[in-house]
């Protein structure tokens, strides 16, 4: 029995999301029954982070477990020539018995691209969030600051978890200017709880309107009041953009 270890890419558009549904198509789901396919084997994936409906990945990491005597490098083909055209395997490796997908990793970075115009994005439509007021950026930098460490961050949760503790460290945390009107915010941390990244966005936008100032952030965030902070971000701005394991 092998240990494979994936790195996936994909488009989140039109996805219900990493993990499988009972209803709804699922980035888990299409490579699963893809594997099976190639393989002829029930095989189960184990996603470092399951990200939720249109919500993309540049470094998605998974592993599963396969009797098949398929080399990694046909398996790799094979996978990509009939998955998707939204998603590509970017690598299929054999690892440790003891490797995790999820459980291994020591910390994971996404990002977040705001379009702040004053018309909304067309062909970025579907990887940005469009907001028309300007949005004043190092305010908004400034209050990003205030998540570095050890923080409870229920204020930015969903209220719909299953977690057993809110406490996480944030490594980093930025917003920056990139290409003309566009805003991105990068976080990394040592894990992260449903919709925070989102709802973090949601407030640092919030920020940058004037509608908070900075401490006003600090104090939501210490607050542990879901209710104080601001609205949860859409999804199609959000890319988990990589995953250490050491």
Excluded at 11 to 26: C, L, P
Excluded at 183 to 202: D, K, P, S, W, Y
């Amino acid at each position: 029995m092998k240990n494979l270890r994936m790195i996936i890419e994909y488009d989140g558009t039109g996805y219900y999301g990493w993990q499988r549904q009972i209803s709804d198509i699922t980035i888990q789901q299409v490579l699963e029954e893809t594997l099976r396919r190639i393989t002829g084997e029930k095989v189960t994936l184990h996603g470092s982070s399951r990200t939720d409906a249109g919500v993309h990945a540049l470094h998605q990491v998974a592993h599963f477990r396969t009797s098949s005597g398929i080399p990694e490098r046909n398996l790799l083909l094979g996978l990509n020539s009939l998955i998707p055209r939204n998603i590509v395997v970017r690598d299929l490796t054999e690892v440790d018995e003891d490797f995790h997908a999820r459980y291994s990793a020591k910390s994971k970075t996404y990002f977040y691209r705001i379009f702040n115009s004053g018309m909304r994005a067309a062909l970025q439509r579907n990887y940005c969030w469009s907001v028309f007021k300007p949005l004043d950026v190092e305010r908004m930098s400034e209050a990003a600051f205030v998540l570095k460490g050890v923080h409870d961050f229920t204020a930015f949760c969903s209220a719909q978890t299953d977690v057993k503790s809110p406490v996480r460290e944030v490594y980093d945390a930025r917003v920056e200017k990139e290409e003309r009107f566009f805003v991105r915010f990068t976080i990394e941390a040592n894990g992260f709880l449903r919709h925070m990244v989102r709802t973090i966005v949601g407030t640092l936008v919030d920020v940058g309107k004037g509608k908070f100032t900075p401490m006003d952030f600090r104090r939501i965030l210490e607050s542990r009041n879901r209710k104080k902070a601001g609205i949860t971000a859409p999804p199609q701005g959000l890319f988990l953009a990589g995953v250490k394991y050491e």
